[in-house]
């Protein structure tokens, strides 16, 4: 079955740590996508990418970077420059031409400790 | 600034209620405008969706009414069961990108 995985499912950073989050998807979409969530405040976009080697900043991308070296993969890495990391995480793609809407990952859920 | 205006923010709902949450957009180039059901600790998953040109779309018990001149659009619930508690979040769609609302989190008590 085609999807987007997410790991890890649970992830803990301590102060001045940077950490990665995995995304990965088989369903030959286009574009990728990293959001996060906070309690009340909807899906924020923290980057995204169209094509493979190429991505732009969302609205919160301060204290994060990605890579997209694949089509495949997306990783979102949390630098210790994010002053409040806790939150969320949730990857999504798409394909790029038409109306077509999002395919979420399960999410990561990161805690600083 | 919220492209995507999404209330109320919670709802509850007798079992086989009608559940009700809006959303309103101000930019005209928005073309398509899905809906997201979201458990806890899951991703959203996509419910149903609409294009402008149409006016209702339903699907079993989920209707998705658009108001193009109004710039408004809403998920309506019928006969709502205790397995549909969960976040609800409305989108729109403008070129590659989506803006979503806030999201209600909706509680149907049995």
Sequence with gaps: ??????????????????VTLSCEQ???HDAM??????????????????????????????????????????????T?????????????????????????????????? | QQQVKQSPQSLIVQKGGISIINCAYENTAFDYFP???????????LLIAIRPDV?????????????????QFSLHIMDSQPGDSATYFCAALTGNQFYFGTGTSLTVIP
Excluded at chain 1, 5 to 15: G, H, I, V
Excluded at chain 2, 35 to 43: A, I, N, S
């Design chain 1, 1 to 18: 079955d085609g999807g987007i995985t997410q790991s890890p499912k649970y992830l803990f950073r301590k102060e001045g740590q940077n």
């Design chain 1, 26 to 28: 088989n369903l030959n």
């Design chain 2, 35 to 45: 809906w997201y059901q979201q458990f806890p600790g899951k991703g959203p998953a």
């Design chain 2, 55 to 71: 006016s209702e779309k339903k699907e079993g018990r989920f209707t998705i009414s658009f108001n193009k001149s109004a710039k």
């Design chain 1, 33 to 78: 996508y990293w959001y996060r969530q906070d309690p009340g405040q909807g899906l924020r976009l923290i980057y995204y990418s169209q094509i493979v080697n190429d991505f732009q900043k969302g609205d919160i991308a301060e204290g994060y970077s990605v890579s997209r070296e694949k089509k495949e993969s997306f990783p979102l890495t949390v």
């Design chain 1, 80 to 113: 210790s420059a994010q002053k409040n990391p806790t939150a969320f995480y949730l990857c999504a793609s798409r394909k790029n031409r038409g109306t077509y809407g999002y395919t979420f990952g399960s999410g990561t859920r990161l805690t600083v400790v």
